[in-house]
């Protein structure tokens, strides 16, 4: 079929218009991000803050001994934990390996008829009712059964500071928040009387999660204590299933930023890739939809660009979902976080540009059983150290609720 010339000069109009767009956007992250890591770096330097793990432990038990706290190590299976985790995308596989801990208390503001959409597009009003009557849960749960820790996955959209401080003020148990996206998300417009992000909330926490290590100078800088540690998977799942393998390369995510042009590359060398998610034509997957593809999928292709920048990395939760899951091998840009975390080459693959990319696919297509034993050492490493669970005994022994068990807590560098 022969495309007529207006049609195809509106076409390459698109496309030029996107690269255009993906240019101009990738340059205005780029200056923002250094701009704000080389701010928070001659900061810390200044003030000589340097992360250091035990330091932090220490800075958590001295402030939680100053509100009279007194840590109760309790057995795994007996920690109470009351989780502020809204029930939205793939926030529910934060539970099973929560609920290993112990009973668990949940508000899910979701449930409530809340959205994280209308707290950041200004509904100041509906986030200080929404923090009510979590203050009034989370007293009420600490009355029929003491609380040990409150862990929320939250963001200064959804969270007050002055909550915060008056949880730990009325039961004085720690208070843990855990932020997986600081790279490009540590702060935002204000709303109402505080700004987004993990700014403003930072140091209203005994602890903060981050994925991202450079934002631990971040948190030492605006008075908070950082804890590094990465993503997780839920194994129950995120686990092998009995299916054909009948996808060459597969791409699971949105179609957005610098992705498009990642796929039309691959697509261009012939190499046999497919896409699913927004944006690509099909929808969003089901969770049930996307382990399929991963098991169904002889390599599965992870992108850990932040937004329009394939330069600027973070850690993903596919780049343990994927390998947890012991379906096809994971082939992902390279980030040196994630070299902390796997045997790049053994565990997992990584590319550094799209030649890397391209004759990486081309190699483990063909060698289909070289990638099989790789992706089969990923998924024994990630029931061993990657599950949520290892990540959530961390902190606990950081908290001190819980004594501490070399057999599962935190993560090894790789040998």
Not at 113 to 119: N, R
Not at 136 to 156: C, L, N, Q
Not at 286 to 291: K, L, P, Q
Request: hydrophobic share 40%; charged share 25%; proline share 5%.
């Amino acid at each position: 079929m022969k495309v007529s010339p207006p049609i195809k000069n509106r076409i390459l109009d698109q496309a030029l218009i996107r690269r255009a767009w993906t240019t101009i956007r990738r340059a205005q992250l780029h200056r923002s991000y250094r701009a704000r890591r080389e701010w928070y770096a001659r900061a810390a330097s200044d003030a000589n803050f340097r992360y250091d793990e035990s330091h932090i432990a220490a800075k958590v038990a001295e402030r939680l001994a100053l509100r009279g706290f007194a840590t109760q190590p309790r057995a795994r299976g007996q920690i109470h934990s009351f989780a502020f985790i809204p029930r939205v995308g793939w926030h529910e596989s934060l539970l099973p390996d929560l609920c290993e801990l112990g009973p668990v208390t949940e508000f899910n503001y979701v449930s409530l008829g809340y959205t994280i959409d209308e707290f950041v597009t200004g509904a100041a009003a509906r986030r200080r009712d929404m923090n009510s009557l979590l203050l009034k849960a989370v007293i009420e749960a600490h009355r029929r059964r003491p609380i040990d820790w409150v862990f929320m996955y939250s963001t200064g959209g959804e969270i007050l500071a002055s909550t915060v401080h008056a949880i730990a003020q009325e039961i004085g148990v720690p208070v843990v928040n855990m932020c997986l996206d600081d790279k490009h998300s540590w702060e935002t417009e204000r709303v109402g009387e505080q700004r987004g992000g993990q700014i403003d909330i930072a140091s209203a926490f005994d602890l903060s999660w981050t994925s991202a290590r450079v934002a631990c100078e971040w948190y030492l800088v605006e008075g908070g204590n950082p804890l590094y540690l990465p993503e997780g998977f839920d194994a129950t799942t995120f686990h092998p299933q009995d299916v054909p393998r009948d996808i060459a390369v597969s791409f699971v995510g949105g179609a957005y930023g610098f992705r498009p042009s990642v796929i039309e590359t691959l697509r261009r060398a012939r190499v046999p890739v497919r896409s699913f998610g927004e944006g690509w034509g099909g929808g969003r997957l089901t969770i049930e939809e996307v382990v399929s593809v991963f098991n169904r999928s002889e390599i599965n292709l992870g992108m850990g660009g932040i937004g329009y920048s394939q330069d600027l990395t973070n850690l993903k939760g596919r780049d343990f979902e994927i390998p947890g899951c012991g379906g096809g091998v994971y082939l992902t840009s390279f980030n040196p976080d994630l070299a902390e975390h796997f045997v790049i080459g053994k565990e997992i693959l990584c590319y550094r540009n799209t030649d890397d990319l391209v004759e990486l696919s081309r190699w483990f297509i063909k060698h289909s059983d070289e990638a099989r034993s790789i992706a089969l050492r990923a998924r024994i490493r990630c029931l061993e150290e990657h599950r949520w669970l290892n990540r959530y005994l961390r902190v606990c022994e950081i908290l001190g609720i819980l004594a501490p068990d070399p057999k599962l807590s935190g993560f090894h560098s790789p040998q």
